[in-house]
């Protein structure tokens, strides 16, 4: 981290941790839990909130040219580790401060304060994600260990916005105008940071207790400013190892439109992305691109996955029989093709396929035991430059 953000944002952070501990002081403090306790006081709540994923990854790269040689890699690393504080001052304001603490570093992930105006609206400021379902829905919630390399192309991560969202019983809609990370430096003076506006809307035409369809529809126009060009890379279905379909800085402006899918019927599910990429080159012809997945997942054991019609994301899936309760937990099995096509992007250009099976067993609802296989296939532009990428990927994750 570096700049002034990291420090403004601590002291807030401290701020608003010393005013709701002041303000529980003068009523009675009744506690909860809610995966860890929760305090509430009054109109105050205050909780403690993480995740940690712990994995193991053996992976192999098989290369078309001879020169280079084949890789055989196999560790284990800790791939999330997080901790933060969530709460509400009243009905109408809540916030939530969330730190990444991996590889000896501290960065910033979700930093919100939200004004609940109405039931309906809210307005919303900080550093946090605003697009594609499986990207706004949580990494505790999503069937596979990594969110594919829709996710990577489109570079959809978490950055300072301003979002004003209206949602009723089974529909939301918002609006957004956002910047750069908080974690990233200032600009130098005199030169501006990147700025993007967009917006997403959900509807949930089916919400019964066996069956729920999701369909959204988002936008959004980036312009690079004074700040790197936009580049466009995919890594194959993992956050470990060589993104070898790699544009290298060539964005100056683009425009992103995405489309998002989800049918639930008792266990079993079908979800689905597609996203559409028009890149303003600096230079030279301007290309563009689009981005897909597609995925089923069964619950043999009898689940249903929570799409909560009212956020249009996931939430916590619900263990019939946990076995802090004496049963088995639950179990899921999943497949996943991804597809991203950047052909018109020259040398550094290609396409890559991806073809994911996984399971993931849930001893009870804030515990995962996951394992995925992946077969990644670049084609790349240059020539004899194609890569095939065998992944194997072991998961231990808990949250609270």
Known sequence: MTGRKPLLWAAAAAALVAGVAGGAQAQETATSWKGAPQFESGDFSFKVRGRVYYDVISQ????????????NNQLSRLR???V??????????????????????????????????????????????????????SSRYTTFMERGPIENVLGIGRVMTAQAKMNGAN???????????????DPAAGASEQVAF???????PINTDTSKVHLGLWARKRDHADQSLYSYSVRANTAYGTQHLSSGGVGDTDTQIGAEALWIWNSVSVQGEYANFDVDRATGADPSGKAYYLSASWFPTGEMRNLDVRKGELGRTKILRPVTAGGIGAIELAVRYDNVDMTEFGAGGGEYVG??????WYPFPYVRFMANYTQGQYGLNAA????????LQFRAQFDF
């Open 80 to 82: 999330t580790a997080r």
């Open 355 to 360: 073809y994911t099976g996984g399971a993931t």
């Open 198 to 204: 967009g917006g997403r809307g959900t509807l949930a």
């Open 384 to 391: 004899n430059a194609d890569v095939d990428v065998n992944t």
């Open 171 to 185: 529909w939301t809609a918002a609006v957004f105008v956002h910047g750069d990370s908080v974690n990233a430096s």
């Open 60 to 71: 192999e790269q098989d290369f078309a040219n001879p020169a280079v040689t084949d890789t």
């Open 84 to 137: 933060g504080v969530e709460g509400t001052w009243n009905q109408d304001w809540a916030y939530k401060a969330e730190l990444s603490l991996v590889g000896g570093n501290a960065a910033w992930e979700d930093l919100v304060l939200e004004y609940k105006a109405s039931d309906m609206t809210s307005l919303m400021v900080g550093n946090f994600k605003t697009v594609g379902f499986e990207n706004v829905s």
